[in-house]
């Protein structure tokens, strides 16, 4: 490891370590003890290096903590959120929400406007370069409800919702005791948002009826599949993506199958916290 990986790897130290412990106070001793930096330099690197402040990081990943909360736990008060968040206040929270995303919670809530909330969320660039750990593995044919996205990937979780609502409702596809998978047609990078195409899946025993929601009845075919499986925020799923693709296959002299790659997501925000997602990743292979 020459001495810019051994930096990088000290930062990724860092980013770990605030990912594990949001609910914990951070403080720039403390972090600099993890990336055996001087504190009294610590805030100026973490700065050049993420392009953030750190405690600018620290309270935004709070807020995307909560925001997941607003979205996906509706039943769960806003005072609650704002102090598991840090703030002693759910008028402090509310004006530091308001301040990095352009609504209130309760606005969010209603009707989040995505765009402003994922240009918020760039992630710093991830140096970490772990070996990857792929498996081939038999996939059986799975029935399997839909609900189609095609649009722009921002958007996403406003389709998710319209699947969890179906999921409640129909009680066909319930989440702790069946797949949820996406199925992943393009590469959000390489195609214009409009072009974006993307399905929410569940797995099913039985017919799925016509729905208010959308969802229809398909079935992913069984197959040779590469699986890696990718531990964190799905917002960095793609660094095991690329590499499956650009290192892995062409070493393996494996053949690709007709069949888009798919996540099989094995927990779920907010259920977890964003570190502790855990996701395979299916490349369909002949």
């Known amino acids: 490891m020459d001495k810019a990986e051994a930096y990088a790897e000290r930062f990724d130290r860092v980013l770990r370590y605030i990912e594990r412990h949001l609910d914990e106070p951070l403080t720039v001793e403390r972090l600099s003890r993890v990336a055996h930096f001087s504190k009294f330099h610590f805030h100026r690197q973490f700065s050049l290096y993420t392009g953030i402040g750190v405690f600018a990081y620290i309270r935004l990943l709070?807020?995307?903590?909560?925001?997941?909360?607003?979205?996906?736990?509706?039943?769960?008060?806003?005072?609650?959120?704002?102090?598991?968040?840090?703030?002693?206040?759910?008028?402090?929270?509310a004006r530091a929400f308001r301040q990095m995303f352009g609504q209130s919670p309760s606005q969010f809530r209603k009707s989040p406007q995505w765009q402003p909330w994922k240009e918020r969320f760039r992630l710093p660039p991830n140096q970490r370069r772990e070996d990857m750990d792929v498996k081939i593995v038999e996939f059986p044919e799975t029935r399997v409800a839909v609900l189609a996205h095609r649009g722009a990937p921002e958007k996403l979780d406003?389709?998710?919702?319209?699947?969890?609502?179906?999921?409640?409702?129909?009680?066909?596809?319930?989440?702790?005791?069946?797949?949820?998978?996406?199925?992943?047609?393009?590469?959000?990078?390489?195609?214009?948002?409009e072009q974006f195409r993307f399905d929410i899946c569940g797995e099913v025993s039985e017919e799925v009826p016509e729905n208010p929601q959308g969802v229809f009845n398909s079935v992913i075919p069984a197959g040779r599949c590469a699986v890696v499986r990718h531990l964190g925020s799905h917002d960095r799923i793609g660094d095991n993506i690329y590499p499956l693709f650009r290192d892995w296959l062409p070493k393996s002299g494996e053949e690709l199958r007709d069949f888009p790659l798919f996540f099989n997501y094995l927990n779920l925000l907010p259920d977890v916290a964003e570190h502790e997602l855990i996701t395979d990743i299916y490349l369909p292979l002949k």
């Open 62 to 93: 709070r807020l995307k903590h909560a925001s997941y909360r607003l979205i996906y736990r509706k039943e769960e008060r806003i005072i609650d959120i704002a102090l598991d968040a840090g703030f002693d206040s759910p008028e402090a929270f």
């Open 158 to 193: 406003d389709s998710a919702l319209r699947f969890i609502e179906w999921r409640k409702q129909s009680g066909l596809s319930p989440v702790k005791q069946s797949l949820t998978i996406g199925i992943v047609y393009d590469d959000p990078s390489n195609v214009e948002p």
